[in-house]
């Protein structure tokens, strides 16, 4: 069989190893140089197929590709790659759907207790030398509260949440099976006490919270968001913070990251902002890897995609 080429566009890994063996005999790795669209397209233009992280690339460059069959997409989202050029071009587009889900919503749950505990502010105010529990009040028990997951993540039912779903596109029977509840957007926002975003970024759910909606929760809810930055109206969110509105959110997602020094937020009262991090673990990083190297061989062999995104 004719070897063939694969370009990495750009990585986080510590090696390419998984994606090595896996291609062994099928195909050459070649990782970019940079991500500057003309360089890309440079090494790309020849390639049979692309392994994207984060590199966005510009429907130019894809419609320059001579011989790609597939870009497969390391994660979940593929915000990075023009779908709609992707379909003209007859260049299958894959995911990796339910890479890191144990991470995320490890994380997730860790977010929501630091928030609903106050950690974060007991832990600053004992490093300063001061201790005083009315510093960090008030905080109240979660038994009892509602949790709306905006969008229908794989929290399990936990803490003695009430667990509120809001996803049209998700029937009722999978959620009420995890003995929670279907709701419309509108109930959603005036019964959460936590607020949990699990959706793609999309023209629609772009600054889904903003400062209309924040304005529909409850005095005093917490948000939370391991999703995607650009779902969250930033300075929204710190004004309803500042104001006291906002009860308190965490954050592992940013519009623009890392944060410039016009964004950093680290004065925001009861904001919790952790470095994108709630994807990572050392097994979830090489199951990445290795998953999304296997969408490839099967495109190279004229086989079916495993998860096709189109």
Not at 9 to 38: C, K, M, W, Y
Request: aromatic share 4%; with cysteine.
């Amino acid at each position: 069989m004719t070897r063939r080429k694969v370009v990495v566009t750009d990585h986080v890994f510590p090696n390419l190893e998984p994606e090595r063996a896996i291609l062994d005999g099928l195909a050459d790795l070649v990782v970019a140089p940079s991500t500057d669209p003309q360089a890309l397209l440079e090494v790309c233009r020849d390639a049979d197929a692309l392994l994207n992280c984060y590199a966005r690339l510009p429907p130019t460059l894809v419609q320059q590709l001579e011989r790609c069959a597939i870009i497969a997409r390391y994660g979940i989202g593929v915000d990075t790659i023009p779908l709609p050029t992707t379909r003209d071009k007859g260049i299958r587009v894959t995911n990796v759907p339910d890479y890191c889900i144990e991470e995320v919503a490890d994380h997730t749950l860790a977010l929501m207790l630091a928030l609903a505990r106050g950690l974060v502010r007991g832990i600053d105010q004992t490093r300063a030398g001061v201790w005083n529990v009315a510093a960090v009040a008030p905080l109240h028990r979660l038994r009892g509260r509602t949790l709306v997951l905006l969008g229908f993540g794989r929290i399990a039912r936990a803490l003695g949440l009430d667990i509120l779903v809001c996803d049209p596109f998700v029937p009722q029977d999978p959620i009420a099976g995890l003995g929670a509840r279907r709701v419309e957007r509108d109930e959603a926002w005036e019964a959460a006490d936590i607020l949990s975003l699990h959706v793609p970024l999309e023209a629609e759910t772009h600054h889904v919270v903003n400062a209309e909606s924040l304005a529909r929760l409850k005095p005093g809810a917490l948000l939370v968001n391991t999703s995607r930055g650009g779902l969250v109206d930033l300075p929204a969110v710190c004004a309803a913070l500042a104001s006291g509105r906002l009860g308190g959110a965490a954050l592992d997602v940013l519009e623009t990251e890392p944060p410039t020094a016009e964004t950093w937020i680290g004065t925001v009262p009861n904001l919790i902002v952790t470095p994108h991090l709630a994807f990572y673990s050392e097994e979830s990083l090489v199951d990445l890897q290795r998953r999304t190297a296997e969408e490839v061989a099967p495109a190279l062999r004229g086989e079916p995609a495993l998860n096709p995104v189109h």
